[in-house]
């Protein structure tokens, strides 16, 4: 049963607008509007326009080249691949508790990819638009526009996102396509020295870290009546926690949550996601929906990443995080913990926590130990889950005997979060596009909204002339009537 | 002053590939050529806001990337910084890289050019094509004669 606003009654009378791809998120996506005579909103979609055929590509190839292959996905966030696919075959190689010097050193790999990734969307993507405005002038709202008004924050950005880097390029081997995880463990360890040089700067990254939750705590704040109302709804959440209940982005149990609060299943199995987690495809979109099978595809879908996970944990293991994560809930009565838009403020309390807890693991001996593989007993399956930037990633895998891979799932962050992506537009159209005249501004709105869940829709070629975006008018024959086109 | 070659694209789609299939072929040449003086060879998947950083210390920079609608074999262009920036900061422009870093680091960028190659096919998993291929022998030559020659 489809849901409301997801497809028109009478398409045929409508007029159609196409944004496409949407701007400043990950790879292409596409929204198309339908509004009749009386420029009503009917029907609101969130397309995904490129399909990525991943899962059959990487078949007949022998698994341990996966945890390499499986980076090109994403030219931002590779290292999640990298690590999620190793965890899946750390299952298929029998190593079910890597030795402590091996687990370390990828809890720090992936602490740094989380801080780089959220200061590339905070301060690149998301700040031009809390910063200036969703109708700000479009030449203004931008990185370029950031740096002109604010260029101390624009240079804390790139400072952030490079240190993030910095831990990749040590812990991987090198800043892209990096080897450092492998089926069972680590292939390098960290120097003392490497630790020091990190070490010396990981204080400035925490105070930077700590002014950036100021920032947007300060502006939704400002903003609050806004900002909780924008593409407002309440849905379930699905996240990892910790035994005891913390945020934990490498390892743990899978926590889901209904709308209205009440737990779904908590520290379950990842080994088992497929029990509890479904996907329903829809003949007009290439991203599958995810939902929870005890709730059903009307009732089950959910959202995942910092909303999620701040929102849902029991705490936070850092104090600094901590204080702050406290500070959200309680923020207005707790009228934030649904909002789309606070997934902005939790990314900030999320790097904040990363950057705690690299300076943590920076003081730990373990990350410069030499024991850094176990094997055990083959298993023919396993599953690799862990929490990447922008929300829970599940790697299953399937080899044969000869070693190569037969099946491969993936379920990336983006595509759990599907339905609700396409809700948050879906509610934002209606709030500012229904019936009215449309402009640029507005929208930017239905952009921002998207924007808010740092979606990757598809990270693939983009080379020179290859990405233009553009914004489509349609009328009810399907004629074009405007259109407007800039190259990426 | 070092001499930066950035090349950069997706080597898992197929043209997307030349970028950093250049980078790889001056990587394997440098030691025979003295000539070129310093250079720092560096790839990756796209340009992000941190790249800024490593023009800073480089007498001059070229990018490369693969082109869908350049000139075959490859085009030469000179930079120059611009504000019009493209609608993602995730696939900058060299031109807006080059903006950044005036805003970031506080000084003039290096002298830059944008070598781009012209490609013809970008499926997953695919080689380069034999077009490609071509192009980048062709686009070798001319980084090699590039390094050689005093901007």
């Known amino acids: ?488 | 002053m070092a001499s930066l070659v950035f090349g950069w694209g997706n080597p898992g789609r197929g043209d997307d590939a030349l970028g950093p299939a250049l980078i790889g072929r001056l990587d394997a040449l440098a030691p025979a050529h003295p000539e070129w003086g310093e250079v720092r060879l560096l790839t990756d998947f796209q340009l992000q806001p941190e790249h800024a950083l490593d023009l800073e210390g480089c007498e001059r920079v070229l990018f490369v990337d693969a082109g869908a609608s350049c000139p075959a074999p490859f085009a030469l262009e000179r930079l120059a910084s611009s504000r019009e920036f493209g609608y993602t900061t995730h696939a900058m422009s060299p031109a807006a890289l080059l903006a950044l870093f005036r805003q970031v680091c506080g000084c003039e960028p290096p002298p830059a050019w944008l070598l781009g190659i012209h490609a013809a096919s970008f499926e997953l998993g695919a080689p380069l094509s034999e077009t490609a291929s071509r192009n980048l022998e062709a686009a070798v030559a001319f980084a090699g004669e590039w390094l050689s020659a005093r901007h």
């Not at chain 1, 196409?18 to 990950?26: G, L, N, T």
């Not at chain 1, 309440?234 to 490498?250: N, T």
């Not at chain 1, 495809?281 to 701040?310: C, E, H, N, T």
């Open chain 1, 1 to 488: 049963m489809p849901f409301p606003l997801e497809t028109a009654a009478h398409p045929e009378n409508s007029r159609r607008v196409v944004i496409e791809p949407v701007s400043r998120v990950e790879g292409h996506g596409k929204v198309t509007i339908l509004l009749d005579e009386g420029n009503r909103v009917r029907e609101v979609r969130l397309h995904i326009v490129e399909f990525r055929g991943f899962e059959k590509f990487i078949q007949g190839r022998p698994y341990w080249e996966v945890p390499v292959l499986v980076q090109r996905l994403c030219g931002i966030c590779p290292v999640s691949h990298h690590l999620a696919a190793s965890k899946a075959l750390d299952i298929i190689v029998g190593a079910r508790r890597l030795t402590p010097s091996a687990q370390k050193l990828r809890r720090l790999m992936h602490l740094g990819q989380i801080l780089q990734s959220h200061a590339l969307h905070f301060f690149h993507l998301a700040s031009p638009d809390l910063l200036f405005g969703f109708d700000a002038d479009p030449a203004r709202r931008n990185i370029a526009g950031l740096a002109a008004a604010h260029p101390d924050i624009a240079r804390k950005g790139v400072l952030l996102r490079k240190y993030g880097q910095e831990i990749i390029r040590m812990t991987a081997g090198k800043r892209v396509h990096g080897t450092g995880s492998v089926p069972g463990g680590v292939n390098r360890n960290l120097s003392r020295e490497e630790r020091r040089q990190l070490a010396a700067g990981i204080d400035e990254v925490i105070a930077w870290s700590v002014e950036a939750v100021g920032m947007v705590k300060r502006l939704f704040a400002e903003n609050a009546r806004a900002w909780e109302g924008f593409g407002h709804y309440r849905s379930g959440f699905l996240s990892l926690v910790r035994a005891d209940g913390a945020l934990d982005f490498y390892d743990g149990g899978l926590r889901a949550s209904d709308a209205g609060g009440g737990i779904v299943f908590d520290h379950a199995d990842c080994q088992d996601y497929h029990e509890r987690i479904h996907e329903e495809v829809k003949p007009w979109s290439y991203m599958k929906f995810p939902f929870l099978v005890a709730l059903g595809a009307q009732d089950g879908w959910y959202r995942v990443g910092p909303l999620a996970r701040v929102g849902r944990c029991d705490f936070l293991s850092t104090p600094l995080a901590e204080a702050e994560r406290l500070a959200f809930k309680e923020f207005d009565g707790g009228a934030a913990l649904h909002a789309p838009l606070a997934y902005h403020w939790c990314r900030m309390i999320e790097m904040l926590h990363a950057a705690e807890g690299i300076r943590e693991l920076l003081g730990d001996d373990d990350l410069s130990g030499t024991d850094l593989l176990v094997r055990g007993t083959r298993a023919l399956r396993g599953v690799g889950v862990l929490e990447a930037p922008r929300g829970t990633l599940i790697h299953h895998y399937r080899i044969n005997e000869d070693e190569q891979v037969v099946g491969a799932n993936l379920i990336v962050s983006t595509t759990h979060n599907n339905q609700a992506m396409n809700e948050a537009v879906r509610r934002v159209a209606m709030r500012y596009l229904d019936g009215r005249k449309l402009t640029e501004g507005l929208l930017n709105h239905i952009e921002v909204a998207i924007r808010a869940f740092d979606p990757c829709l598809s990270c693939a070629t983009h080379a020179l002339g290859k990405m233009p975006l553009m914004a489509e008018l349609v009328d009810a024959d399907g004629s074009v009537i405007d259109r407007l086109a800039k190259d990426g």
